[in-house]
Every structure is written in structure tokens, then in C-alpha cells.
T-cell receptor, first 111, second 112 residues
């Protein structure tokens, strides 16, 4: 039981490049989330998926797209990376309880 | 939308002393308040939570208090140990909602 896994762990991009961050959970959870973490700003919600087949914008969705591929997987795509998207990205999932379970994070640098 | 403010941003305590972190929230409809601990290089992990129908909850050395009237809640860590050194986040969730709003975090350093 791996919980929430994220790939890659680290990534360096040049401005304008695209990439997809992958997230998977093996807890049969319905809800999944993408957050970004910046110093002093806590965790800010980018997008979330309350259930398979649905996605909704969070607090900071601009510049990102998501896909809920199936119940297990929720990916985050940066179409044209900008330096302002340099951050640590966390995926989380939630089942029938209130607890959100977080992955280990992806550290992204955009030059 | 909901706004959560967390203080202090950094906290240094001597091993064995107590640590207190305070959060305020803006949405009176919020009814669930979790606290997460994030160790270096890892994702946040839930350590304790409280609901709006409860004023205080304890789990060994940690406790959380909630004042609904004032819209603030606090995390108390007693008899701090070096392994308590981490970043702590408070959060709130509105009733029937699916999203958490997080505070800015508190970096706690426990000095031996």
C-alpha cells in the first residue's frame, strides 16, 4: 500500500516548455487535489477532482490543466511554463473520512 | 472565499517547553479544522483535527482548541521534543465542502 505517489521528484524546465506531473493513489479514494507550496504562503489549491470524471478550479488555476484519468490517477499539466510556476507541487487524496493524504511532492524549477 | 491566517511564522522553543500556534478564519460556516505537520522533504501529514461542535481535543502531547465566536483555533504542543521540529499548517473547511484552505505555516524549531 504505497498511498499517494508522485512523479517526477524533481524537474527543471525552461520558460515555455510543457510538462505533466503525475499522481496516483492506491487507497480507492474518490477525491484528489493538486496544491502548490510557496514560502510563507502555505498550500494553495490549484485544481481538485471530487470524483472520477469531474474536475474543478481551486484558488490558483491559471496556467494549469488537469486530467482525472481514472479513479487512481490525477495529472497536472503546465502547457507553457513560466518562472512564476517555480514551486513545490503536492498531490493529495481523500476518501470517506475528512483526512487528506499527501504525496511526497515534486520540486519544479522554471528558468 | 475563506481566508486563514496563522501566527507566528517561526517559533523557537527549548526542549521540554510548550509551543502554541494560533489561526484565525473568516468564514463562519467553516466546521472542520485540521492541523498538518510537514517534515523536511516530505508531504504534510494530519496530526489532529477538530470539528465545530467540540471546543477542545487532545491526543497525548498535542491539543487543539476552537473558539467559534472569535473564529480562531490553536495548536498546543507540550513537553516539546527535537522530533517536533517541523512546519505546521492549520486549515479550515466549510460545511459540506470538499476543499481545505490552509494557513501560511509555522516553522517550529525545538532546541535541545
Amino acid at each position: 500500500n504505497a498511498g499517494v505517489t508522485q512523479t517526477p521528484k524533481f524537474q527543471v524546465l525552461k520558460t515555455g516548455q510543457s510538462m505533466t506531473l503525475q499522481c496516483a493513489q492506491d487507497m480507492n479514494h474518490n477525491s484528489m487535489y493538486w496544491y502548490r507550496q510557496d514560502p510563507g504562503m502555505g498550500l494553495r489549491l490549484i485544481y481538485y477532482s471530487a470524483s472520477e470524471g469531474t474536475t474543478d478550479k481551486g484558488e490558483v488555476p491559471n496556467g494549469y490543466n488537469v486530467s482525472r484519468l481514472n479513479k487512481r490517477e490525477f495529472s497536472l499539466r503546465l502547457e507553457s511554463a513560466a518562472p512564476s510556476q517555480t514551486s513545490v507541487y503536492f498531490c493529495a487524496s481523500r476518501g470517506w473520512t475528512d483526512t487528506q493524504y499527501f504525496g511526497p511532492g515534486t520540486r519544479l524549477t522554471v528558468l | 472565499g475563506e481566508n486563514v491566517e496563522q501566527h507566528p511564522s517561526t517559533l523557537s522553543v527549548q526542549e521540554g517547553d510548550s509551543a502554541v500556534i494560533k489561526c484565525t478564519y473568516s468564514d463562519s460556516a467553516s466546521n472542520y479544522f485540521p492541523w498538518y505537520k510537514q517534515e523536511l522533504g516530505k508531504g504534510p501529514q494530519l496530526i489532529i483535527d477538530i470539528r465545530s461542535n467540540v471546543g477542545e481535543k487532545k491526543d497525548q502531547r498535542i491539543a487543539v482548541t476552537l473558539n467559534k465566536t472569535a473564529k480562531h483555533f490553536s495548536l498546543h504542543i507540550t513537553e516539546t521534543q527535537p522530533e517536533d521540529s517541523a512546519v505546521y499548517f492549520c486549515a479550515s473547511r466549510e460545511a459540506a465542502g470538499n476543499k481545505l484552505t490552509f494557513g501560511g505555516g509555522t516553522r517550529v524549531l525545538v532546541k535541545p
